[in-house]
């Protein structure tokens, strides 16, 4: 039985493009992709600490990435006859996810693994807290 909400976690990895596929993949006619960029606070933190940037700036930066990453994958969806919704969020992914798999009663979490870049903490803590399944991509 194919998922009825599938939440696919969106960032700059390669990992986040191949799980866009295996979600596309999983989706079928009466299935939804709610993909999710969340603006990490730990990152806007992170950037503002070489002092180049203000916490405005980081934000608003990431913000504009995270949106193009959301049309990228709302584009390859939709060529793919999928449907999808595009949200972005400000937080802590870890946070994030959970929450929206219960607002929008998601069947299935999927994320990317990118090895060293935290992904592993995530996928754990999702595991352990989500609602619902959780698929990680390699």
């Known amino acids: 039985m194919k998922p009825k909400n599938i939440l696919l976690y ?4 390669k990992e986040s493009r191949a ?3 295996v979600a596309v993949d999983y989706s079928g006619l009466e299935s939804t992709i709610i993909a999710v960029n969340v603006v990490n606070r730990q990152t ?3 950037l503002t ?7 405005a700036e980081a934000e608003v930066e990431l913000e504009e ?3 193009c990453y959301l049309y990228d994958a709302e584009e390859t969806a939709k060529s793919a006859g999928a449907q999808i919704v595009i949200l972005q969020e400000s937080g802590y992914p870890e946070e994030v996810l959970p929450r ?3 607002e929008y009663g998601v069947d299935l979490i ?3 693994h ?11 803590q999702l595991i352990e807290h989500a609602p619902c399944a959780v698929l990680v991509v390699k």
Not at 10 to 13: C, F, G, I, R, T
Not at 49 to 55: F, V
Request: hydrophobic share 45%; proline share 3%; net charge negative.
């Open 10 to 13: 969106v960032d700059a990895s």
């Open 19 to 21: 799980a866009l596929d």
């Open 44 to 46: 806007v933190i992170q």
């Open 49 to 55: 600490r070489s002092g180049e940037k203000s916490l």
């Open 65 to 67: 990435n995270g949106w």
């Open 100 to 102: 929206l798999a219960s």
């Open 110 to 112: 999927i994320i990317g």
């Open 114 to 124: 990118a090895p060293g870049l935290g992904q592993a903490s995530l996928a754990q």
